[in-house]
């Protein structure tokens, strides 16, 4: 039975346009859409792992709208992870940025590198949000799609070790507005691009 995600996070979806996505953007999701179908037909696990340099913000957004949609979609045996070239933290904007559009989100601890239970509906595992290397213990060793979410991680890996598929997906960074009037506009614009390309790509798998 499809998982029911909280209704402040379905009527954002519901709210995504298809249409805002060009057709070379399109051609930039066709090989992520590949994958996640290819493991579909051939009932395996799908584990993606977006990978952005200091795993703080494009990273973060992608793997928690990407699980999302895989519930949104019936999708089973999706599992979203993330991770960075350096390890820094979930940027707060990022965090209140999701929280803006339904998330339940909880700091579970404190410091420098804090770590965020993320809901998206009541009877699914959180995700567990904090800032790691991109081979961190928490992360998959191998069968995972690498998704390159930033061009400065894409250019300084150019081996993901253990990865079945690298996909280059890049995403201009929210940070460049950081602690200026357009921030949170400028986060959630990003938010809902990245969100609109992943209900694109898995509203395409044919289950």
């Known amino acids: 039975m499809q998982a029911k995600l909280f209704s402040e996070i379905e009527n954002v979806i519901k709210e995504l346009n298809h249409q805002t996505i060009s057709n070379e953007r399109k051609e930039v999701l066709k090989p992520l859409i590949e994958y996640i179908q ?7 696990e799908i584990r993606i792992n977006f990978i952005c340099t200091h795993n703080s913000r494009r990273s ?13 979609f019936d999708i089973k045996n999706v599992f979203c992870y993330s991770g960075g070239t350096e390890a820094t ?15 339940k989100i909880d700091q579970l ?8 239970s993320i809901k998206y509906a009541d009877n699914e595992h959180p995700i567990i949000g904090f800032s790691k ?20 991680a894409n250019e300084a890996c150019p081996i993901i070790l253990g990865a079945e598929k690298r996909i280059p997906v890049m995403y201009k960074d929210p940070k460049a507005f950081d602690n200026t009037p357009q921030q949170a506009e400028k986060y ?8 609109t390309e992943l209900c694109y790509v898995f509203s395409q798998i044919k289950l």
């Open 38 to 44: 290819y493991k579909v037909i051939h009932h395996q």
């Open 89 to 103: 933290a979930l940027f707060s904007m990022a965090a209140e940025t999701l929280k803006n559009s339904g998330f």
């Open 60 to 72: 973060h957004l992608s793997q928690v709208w990407a699980q999302t949609m895989a519930c949104y």
């Open 188 to 195: 959630n614009e990003r938010s809902i691009q990245i969100a």
């Open 133 to 152: 290397k991109l081979d961190h213990v928490f992360n998959p060793k191998s069968e995972f799609a690498a998704i390159m979410t930033c061009d400065a």
């Open 109 to 116: 601890s404190e410091g420098k590198n804090p770590v965020y």
